[in-house]
């Protein structure tokens, strides 16, 4: 069973206007989150995270939202840029030492 | 500082063969992880140490084994290759298991 979900494998805007991508958990005992990013032939790095204390955190043009009662998390990217066209991974964890993935979303920025 | 180093970069291996995925960081991380990313999925996480002599399994561990020996090093052993191993591998480490800091990745086909 998937404990986090990114129902949405892909993702296209414009350049300049939002990204908006979305995770869902199921799991009650995750409390941190982190959003990761992928290039093709790359790791995965590290974007922004949010502990379940808050709601919102912002970094640049990335922010992301979290909605406890909703389990449910959202990256917002504004505004895009075709640079930003990659593969955006939702984690979570809660409890444990381990990181648990969504699939993924990938995102294509057009210019 | 180099980070996360994996080698090698690809490898082709016949049914039965063994390899071990080298990984290495220089960041003096507690954690390091080893996941698998199939196409279309998340990662899975395989194998995961937190700290030297420390390792425990994670989702996917049948068909592999680690080993920790110091804190820079955690190498990924496949006995008996097959085709089901045919993936990308990733190496992560972690100063506080939260942020993970992956490699560049081993991409691996059984044949």
């Known amino acids: 069973d998937q404990q986090v979900k990114q129902n949405s494998p892909s993702l296209s805007v414009q350049e300049g206007r939002i990204s908006i991508l979305n995770c869902d958990y199921t799991n009650s005992m995750f409390d941190y989150f982190l959003w990761y990013k992928k290039y093709p032939a790359e790791g995965p790095t590290f974007l922004i995270s949010?502990?379940?204390?808050?709601d919102k955190n912002e970094d640049g043009r990335f922010t992301v939202f979290l909605n406890k009662s909703a389990k449910h998390l959202s990256l917002h990217i504004v505004p895009s840029q075709p640079g930003d066209s990659a593969v955006y991974f939702c984690?979570?964890?809660?409890?444990?030492?381990?990181?648990?993935f969504g699939k993924g979303t990938k995102l294509t920025v057009n210019p | 500082n180099a980070g996360v180093t994996q080698t090698p970069k690809f490898r082709i291996l016949k049914i039965g063969q063994s390899m071990t995925l080298q990984c290495t960081q220089d960041m003096n991380h507690n954690y390091m992880y080893w996941y698998r990313q199939d196409p279309g999925m998340g990662l899975k996480l395989i194998y995961y140490?937190?700290?030297?002599?420390?390792?425990d399994k994670g989702e996917v561990p049948n068909g592999y084994n680690v080993s920790r020996s110091t804190t820079e090093d955690f190498p990924l052993r496949l006995e008996l290759a097959a085709p089901s191993q045919t993936s990308v591998y990733f190496c992560?480490?972690?100063?506080?298991?939260?942020?993970?800091?992956f490699g560049p990745g081993t991409r691996l086909t059984v044949t």
């Open positions: 140490s937190v700290g030297a002599g420390i390792t």
């Open positions: 984690a979570a964890q809660g409890g444990s030492e381990k990181l648990v």
């Open positions: 992560a480490s972690s100063l506080n298991s939260y942020e993970q800091y």
């Open positions: 949010i502990s379940s204390i808050k």
